[in-house]
C-alpha cells in the first residue's frame, strides 16, 4: 500500500504549498489560557467528587486506610453480592473474609456469569466525576471491567486530581498501556433525549473512597 | 433615524448617489458583483465624518467583508478607503449609545413592544442590550420578554426565496413567540427582518404589527414635545 | 479514483428534501424536542467553565497546527502505532477504503462484524461492501442500531435516531428482534437492545470502529462513548480494524485535555462522557490481538487544499451546530442527504464530493451564525457557506433564473440612475398587485415569497423623494 500512503502524502504536501513555520515553534506558539491546574484545597477536592459521583447514581463508601476491607463486605452486602472476581494482582488484605473473590478466567462467558468485579484505579478526576483505569498486567483487563454487570472500584484520595489537564498528564505517563476513563454506568440518550442508564457497561458502579 | 438624530441637535446629510452595500449579492455567491458596490459605497461615503446606519446586516457586511474583498482585488486604493471609512461607521443604537453617550432622546410610545434581536445585531455586531436600552428610555413604553428571542426569523437574504418552505417554517416559529409575548409591535434594528415577520403577521391577520427602532425613538406625543 | 459521501450524489435538492419534512409534524415535534433537550444541557454545562472561550481558542489552534503539518503528524502516527504492534493501511478514497477493510475481514474467514462509532464507515458505504462479499455487518450504537434494523438512514451526528420516538422504536425492535412482547418505556427498549447485541459483543471475532482522536506522539486512538459498545468492541474481539479519516490526527497524548473537555459538553451536555477507550496498537493479554488503522482520504486533502475553507477539517463532530441551528430544526438531518447533516453538513458533504453534487447545501442555511457561536473548535461555518457559495455560482451550477436576476440586480444596484430608474418601473409594475398599502400574490414564478407571506407595497414617496423635497422646501 506504499503507493497510497506516498500518494495522500503528496496531496497533502501539494494542499499547503509554500513554506510553513517551523513545526515545533508553531505548535508552541498555541496559546493555552484555560484552566490547566485546580484550585481546591484536599478536602474541597474530595468533596467534589463525591458529589459528582452521586451525581451519576454511585453509590460512595468512605474508608480509612485499613478498612478497605470491611468496605469491600459492606457494600456487597448492600447490592444482595457473595462474590467478585479480581484481577491477579489486587492486594489480598482488600478481600474480607466470609466472601469468594476469584482470579479472573480468559472466558468472556464465565466473566458474564459472574457477579460483579472489585478493581483499583490509575486515578480520578474530581471535576467530572471521572475514574481512570489502567489496563497493566496485573491490574484489570479491560475485558474484566467491562463484562460484568456490577463494578466496586477502590479509590484512594491521594490519587484524586481536580481537573482534567492534571488527569490527562499524569494518564499520558502509562499512555502505552490500554486506559479506559470512566464517568458514571453505561448511558444512552437515544431515546427520545432521555437519559437511560445500564446499556452495556456495568450497570452499577460504587466506589470505596479511601481518606 | 433623521429626525432623532436632528432632536438631538445634529446635522444629517444624505448623498442620494447611495445604493447598496453589496450584501444579497457577496452572501448569496455572487462575491464579484458586489465589487463594484462597494467601490461605489465608499466612493459616496469618502469623507463623511460619520456614516450612520439603520441596518445591522448592512454594517456587518461592512465590517466584515469588506476587508477581505478589498485585499482580494489587490487594488491598494480599495484597501486604504475601507481601512479609512470603517471607523466611521456606526449602526443607528451603537452611534447614539457609544459615540453620542445617549440612551433616552424624548421619545414617547405609549405601547407594548417586543424587541426581535436581529442575528446581525446580536452575534456580529454584539450589539447586546443597547436597543433595549434605548427602548426602556421612552416614556411609555412596557417592553415585554419574548421567549427563544435569540432564534432566527428565517429571512437570511435571498434565503427566503431559495428556501421558502424552511424559511416560512422558521418564521412560524417566530410568530408563535411574539403572538405568546401580548405585545402589540414588533421592533428591530433591521429591516430585512422586519419585513419578513411583518409579512407573516400580515398574512396571518395577527393583529400585530411592525416597526423599526429609529420609528418608535422617533415618536413625540401630540404636542411634539416630551411627556 | 473519486471521493464520495454515502449516497449523498443521488439525494435530491435541500429544497425538495426539505418541503416534504417540513410537512413532517411528528418528525418536526421529535427534533425540536429532542435539540431543545440538549441544547439546554449544554448550556447548563459551558456555563459552568470559566475557560470555555479559553478551551475553544486552544481547541481551534491545536486544530489548525496540526491542519498545517498533516503529514508530519501523520507519519509520526504511522511510526508509533506499528512499533506498538499495530498496522497502518492508507485509502485513497472510499473504494479503497472498503477494499482493504473487506479484505482484512476476510483474511480472519470470519463472516460477522461488529460496528462502533464510525460515521466514516457509511460514508464509504462500508456495509454494502462487507454484504457484497457475505459479512454481515451489526452496528452495535443504539440509535444505529435503530437505523440499521429499521433500515432508515441517521439523522444526527450524535444521536443519529433523534427523528424516532420511543413507540416507532418500539415497533422496529418488536419487528426486527423477534419479540413477542416489548414495553414501550426508554428503559425497556434499552434493555431490548442489550440483550439483543450482548451475545453478538461475547462471539464476534472482528470489530470495525472508527476513532474520535488518533493520538501522533504515542500512536494511541481514542474513542469516546456513553453506551459501553465501544469499551466490547474495541477490547473483547480478536481483530479490530479502525477507519480512521486523516483529520482525526492531534499532536499530542496532552492535547486531549482540551478536546476530552469541549466534546462532551458541546455534544451530550455532560461534564464527561461514561466511556473513553484509549489504546495503542496491540497489548498481549488484554483485548485485539491484531490492530488495524485505515487512515482514510476520501476528499480531505481537497478540502485541505481550498485555504478558505480548510478549517472545515477541524471537525470534532460534536453535534452542538445541528441542535443550534434553526434550520436543522425544522427538518432534521434527512434533508441533508448525507450522514453529515446540518451546518458541518453543508459544508462538509459538499466538498468531499468535490462541489460535484449537492450544490443546494451551501444554500440550506440563513446565515443566522448561531452554530459559530456554540462551534467548541470555533469553525466559522457562515463563512465558508459564502464561500461555497461562490464556487458554485463560479462553476455555473446556480440555477438560470437565479443567475438572470442576480445579473438584474446588480445592474439596478451599481449606480444611482440605474436604481431610480428601477424604482420607478416597480411602482408602475407593482399597481395590479397592491390592495391596501399590501402586496398578497405575486405572479408567474416570483410567488416564492408571496405564498405565505405579505409584502409591504413601495411607499408613495420614498425617502429619496422626501429628503430632496425638504431640501428643496427647506433651502437646506
Redesign the interface.
Known amino acids: 500500500m506504499s503507493s497510497a500512503r506516498e500518494e495522500i502524502l503528496e496531496r497533502i504536501r501539494d494542499a499547503m504549498g509554500g513554506s510553513t513555520p517551523s513545526r515545533e515553534n508553531d505548535y508552541a506558539a498555541i496559546p493555552r489560557n484555560y484552566v490547566r491546574h485546580g484550585s481546591l484545597d484536599a478536602e474541597a477536592k474530595l468533596e467534589l467528587l463525591v458529589d459528582r459521583l452521586h451525581d451519576y447514581g454511585a453509590s460512595v463508601f468512605h474508608a480509612g486506610d485499613g478498612e478497605i476491607a470491611s468496605s469491600v463486605a459492606a457494600a456487597l452486602k448492600a447490592r444482595g453480592k457473595s462474590s467478585l472476581l479480581i484481577p491477579r494482582d489486587l492486594p489480598r488484605a482488600w478481600l474480607p473474609d466470609g466472601l469468594q473473590f476469584f482470579r479472573e478466567g480468559s472466558n468472556y462467558h464465565e466473566v458474564d456469569a459472574s457477579e460483579g468485579v472489585l478493581t483499583d484505579c490509575a486515578l480520578a478526576i474530581a471535576m467530572t466525576g471521572s475514574i481512570v483505569l489502567r489496563h497493566s498486567a496485573g491490574e484489570a483487563r479491560r475485558a474484566l471491567s467491562l463484562i460484568p454487570d456490577y463494578h466496586l472500584c477502590v479509590v484512594f484520595a491521594s490519587q484524586v486530581v481536580e481537573t482534567v489537564p492534571e488527569g490527562v498528564q499524569q494518564m499520558k505517563t502509562f499512555a502505552d498501556i490500554p486506559i479506559t476513563t470512566i464517568a458514571g454506568p453505561s448511558a444512552t440518550a437515544d431515546i427520545e433525549m432521555i437519559r437511560v442508564k445500564g446499556v452495556h457497561g456495568p450497570r452499577t458502579l460504587d466506589v470505596i473512597l479511601v481518606a | 433615524m433623521?429626525s432623532v438624530l436632528e432632536e438631538l441637535g445634529h446635522s444629517v446629510e444624505?448623498r442620494?448617489?447611495?445604493?447598496?452595500c453589496?450584501q444579497?449579492?457577496?452572501?448569496?455567491?455572487?462575491?464579484q458583483?458586489a465589487l463594484?458596490?462597494m467601490r461605489?459605497f465608499l466612493e459616496v461615503f469618502r469623507d463623511a465624518e460619520v456614516i450612520c446606519i439603520p441596518s445591522s446586516s448592512c454594517v456587518a457586511m461592512i465590517r466584515d467583508h469588506y476587508p477581505k474583498m478589498a485585499a482580494a482585488s489587490g487594488d491598494a486604493a480599495q484597501k486604504l478607503a475601507v481601512k479609512d471609512t470603517l471607523p466611521r461607521i456606526f449602526e443607528f443604537t451603537e452611534l447614539l449609545v457609544d459615540h453620542l453617550g445617549v440612551t433616552d432622546v424624548g421619545a414617547f410610545f405609549p405601547h407594548s413592544v417586543a424587541l426581535h434581536p436581529s442575528?446581525?445585531s446580536?452575534?456580529?455586531l454584539k450589539l447586546g442590550d443597547r436597543p433595549a436600552r434605548l427602548l426602556n428610555s421612552v416614556r411609555g413604553l412596557t417592553l415585554v420578554e419574548l421567549e427563544q428571542s435569540?432564534?432566527?426569523c428565517?429571512?437570511?437574504?435571498?434565503?427566503?426565496?431559495?428556501?421558502?418552505?424552511?424559511?416560512?417554517?422558521?418564521?412560524s416559529?417566530k410568530v408563535r413567540c411574539l403572538l405568546n409575548s401580548g405585545a402589540e409591535i414588533c421592533a428591530a434594528v433591521d429591516n430585512s427582518c422586519l419585513?419578513?415577520i411583518?409579512?407573516?403577521l400580515?398574512?396571518q391577520r395577527t393583529g400585530m404589527r411592525v416597526l423599526h427602532l429609529a420609528e418608535i425613538l422617533a415618536s413625540r406625543n401630540k404636542q411634539g414635545a416630551m411627556e | 479514483m473519486s471521493s464520495y459521501v454515502g449516497d449523498a450524489a443521488k439525494a435530491p435538492k435541500?429544497?425538495t428534501a426539505?418541503?416534504a419534512l417540513?410537512q413532517n409534524t411528528q418528525l418536526?415535534h421529535n427534533v425540536k424536542r429532542a435539540t431543545g433537550v440538549i441544547r439546554n444541557k449544554r448550556a447548563k454545562v459551558v456555563d459552568e467553565m470559566p475557560d470555555w472561550e479559553q478551551l475553544r481558542d486552544s481547541g481551534h489552534e491545536i486544530k489548525q497546527h496540526v491542519m498545517r503539518h498533516l503529514d508530519f503528524y501523520l507519519e509520526q502516527f504511522e511510526t508509533n502505532c506499528k512499533a506498538a504492534g499495530g498496522t497502518v493501511h492508507w485509502a485513497r478514497d472510499a473504494d479503497e477504503a472498503n477494499s482493504i477493510i473487506v479484505g482484512l475481514v476476510k483474511a480472519q474467514q470470519a463472516k460477522e462484524v461488529i460496528k462502533v462509532k464510525t460515521m466514516t464507515s457509511d460514508e464509504v458505504r462500508l456495509n454494502g461492501a462487507l454484504e457484497n462479499a457475505g459479512i454481515t455487518p451489526y452496528e452495535t450504537d443504539l440509535a444505529d442500531l435503530i437505523v440499521q434494523l429499521g433500515e432508515d438512514k441517521p439523522s444526527h451526528i450524535v444521536v443519529p435516531a433523534l427523528h424516532r420516538n420511543r413507540m416507532e422504536i418500539r415497533q422496529i425492535f418488536l419487528d426486527k428482534m423477534n419479540l413477542s412482547e416489548l414495553g414501550d418505556q426508554p428503559e425497556d427498549l434499552a434493555a431490548a437492545a442489550r440483550n439483543y447485541l450482548r451475545e453478538k459483543f461475547l462471539r464476534v471475532p472482528v470489530a470495525i470502529s472508527g476513532a474520535n482522536f488518533a493520538v501522533a506522539d504515542t500512536g494511541s486512538v481514542c474513542v469516546v462513548e456513553s453506551e459501553g459498545n465501544g469499551r466490547m468492541c474495541v477490547s473483547l474481539p480478536r481483530v479490530l480494524i479502525s477507519l480512521v479519516g486523516i483529520e482525526k490526527i492531534i499532536p499530542s497524548f496532552q492535547d486531549l485535555e482540551v478536546f476530552l473537555q469541549t466534546l462532551p459538553r458541546s455534544a451530550t451536555g455532560e461534564r464527561m462522557n461514561p466511556y473513553n477507550s484509549i489504546w495503542t496498537g496491540v497489548t498481549p493479554d488484554d483485548g485485539p490481538q491484531e490492530f488495524h488503522v485505515v487512515l482514510l482520504d476520501n476528499g480531505r486533502t481537497k478540502v485541505l487544499a481550498d485555504r478558505e475553507a480548510r478549517e472545515t477539517l477541524d471537525c470534532i463532530r460534536c453535534g452542538a451546530c445541528l441542535n443550534a441551528c434553526?434550520?436543522y430544526r425544522?427538518?432534521g438531518g434527512h434533508a441533508y442527504g448525507s450522514m453529515y447533516g446540518g451546518p458541518i453538513g453543508a459544508i462538509l458533504t459538499p466538498q468531499l464530493q468535490s462541489m460535484e453534487h449537492s450544490q443546494t447545501l451551501?444554500?440550506?442555511?440563513?446565515?443566522?451564525?448561531?452554530c459559530?457561536?456554540v462551534c467548541p473548535v470555533k469553525i466559522n461555518i457562515p463563512e465558508i457557506l459564502?464561500h461555497?457559495?461562490?464556487?458554485?455560482?463560479?462553476r455555473g451550477d446556480?440555477p438560470f433564473e437565479?443567475k438572470m436576476a442576480?445579473?438584474a440586480?446588480?445592474w439596478t444596484?451599481?449606480?444611482?440612475e440605474h436604481?431610480e430608474m428601477a424604482r420607478k418601473l416597480g411602482r408602475i409594475a407593482q399597481r395590479p398587485f397592491v390592495d391596501k398599502g399590501?402586496i398578497?400574490h405575486l405572479p408567474f414564478g416570483l410567488d416564492?415569497?408571496t405564498?405565505?407571506?405579505?409584502?409591504?407595497a413601495m411607499p408613495a414617496e420614498s425617502?429619496?423623494e422626501w429628503?430632496?423635497k425638504r431640501e428643496k422646501e427647506t433651502g437646506v
Open positions: 433623521v444624505f442620494p448617489a447611495q445604493t447598496c453589496g444579497m449579492h457577496y452572501n448569496t455567491g455572487y462575491q458583483e463594484p458596490m461605489h442575528c446581525h446580536l452575534r456580529s435569540e432564534e432566527c428565517g429571512f437570511g437574504g435571498t434565503f427566503a426565496i431559495k428556501n421558502a418552505d424552511v424559511s416560512t417554517a422558521m418564521l416559529d419585513m419578513h411583518g409579512g407573516a400580515s398574512r | 435541500f429544497q426539505a418541503k417540513v418536526r434553526p434550520v425544522q427538518t451551501p444554500y440550506a442555511s440563513s446565515l443566522c451564525g448561531a459559530y457561536e459564502v461555497l457559495r461562490g464556487k458554485v455560482v463560479e446556480a437565479e442576480m445579473k440586480a446588480a444596484l451599481e449606480s444611482p436604481l399590501v398578497s416564492a415569497w405564498r405565505t407571506r405579505d409584502l409591504p425617502f429619496r429628503w430632496l
